[in-house]
């Protein structure tokens, strides 16, 4: 057991040193300390509790569900106009990408079963990396 809790550990800094990790840290503090960038993403939470709150209205007509959605839609370009906020949105992914890949390994060798979509962690069940 003391074996698994020290790859574990070995794993946890190895992801902390990854550039996805620092990307992601990186970013997040530029988004942080963009004035501009944090009043966008206050506005953005806002807008789509309002538009959730307006959706989840039972006699909600398809049209006024439709303008709903083109509304969230308009606001989320609005948020990714911003560099520091469309950045860090591509470092959050870039980093989710690397912890399911690194999950789907786990699940592979722990289950011994593909993840869906998953890599196992071995090229020759590929059909290439993404």
């Known amino acids: 057991m003391a074996d698994i809790m020290e790859k574990a550990k070995e794993l946890g800094i190895m ?3 990854s550039d ?7 970013t997040e503090a530029a988004q942080l300390d963009d004035k501009e ?13 309002e538009l959730t709150k307006k959706a ?15 509304e969230a839609k308009a606001a989320f370009e609005k948020i990714m106009s911003n ?6 949105v591509d ?6 990408n690397l912890m399911n890949q690194i999950n789907s390994i786990l699940s592979y060798y722990v289950s011994g079963k593909e ?3 998953g890599c196992t962690g071995s090229c020759s069940s590929c059909s290439g990396c993404h």
Do not use: C, P, W
């Not at 560099?83 to 860090?88: P, S």
């Not at 470092?91 to 989710?96: I, K, N, P, R, V």
């Open 15 to 17: 992801i902390v040193e």
């Open 20 to 26: 996805e990790f620092k990307a992601l840290k990186q």
């Open 37 to 49: 960038a944090v009043e966008l993403m206050m506005e953005y939470h806002n807008k789509r509790e």
């Open 56 to 70: 989840s209205d039972e006699n909600i007509t398809k049209e006024d569900f439709e303008k709903i959605q083109e």
């Open 83 to 88: 560099k520091n906020i469309a950045a860090y």
């Open 91 to 96: 470092a959050q992914q870039g980093f989710t």
């Open 115 to 117: 993840s869906d979509g």
